[in-house]
């Protein structure tokens, strides 16, 4: 099983950068995708999940600018990233589960992107 994150990079504040995560090994249409991020001494948070129905979700402070989609021809996530801002800064995660009745099946991670957001 992988997870192939790609598309982070340097972006100036309100700038914007779109993330990809391919998936292989593994029945992509079945997963629960979800981009996770760690920065620099804190813990690593959800950013925005997306079912294999396509039912989104998202963390507060990223509603409005961050938008979560799938392709499930191209077993790819993405995460695109508007309206960007230096506590943006960190590495972005690409995370899979497969849940059924609530258990959690198998859960893999991909190796992670950094995206840092400075003038």
């Known amino acids: 099983v992988q997870l192939q994150a790609s598309g982070g990079g340097l972006v100036q504040p309100g700038g914007s950068l779109r993330l990809a995560c391919t998936a292989s090994?593994?029945?992509?249409?079945?997963?629960?995708m979800g981009w996770y991020r760690q920065a620099p001494g804190k813990q690593r948070e959800l950013v925005a999940s997306?079912?294999?129905?396509?039912?989104?979700d998202y963390a507060e402070s990223m509603k409005g600018r961050f938008t979560i989609s799938r392709d499930n021809a191209e077993n790819t996530v993405y995460l695109q990233m508007n309206s960007l801002k230096p506590e943006d800064t960190a590495v972005y995660y690409c995370n899979g589960k497969r849940v059924l009745a609530s258990v959690t099946l198998a859960d893999y991670w991909g190796q992670g992107t950094q995206v840092t957001v400075s003038s």
């Open positions: 090994g593994i029945t992509f249409s079945r997963f629960l």
């Open positions: 997306i079912t294999s129905g396509g039912t989104t």
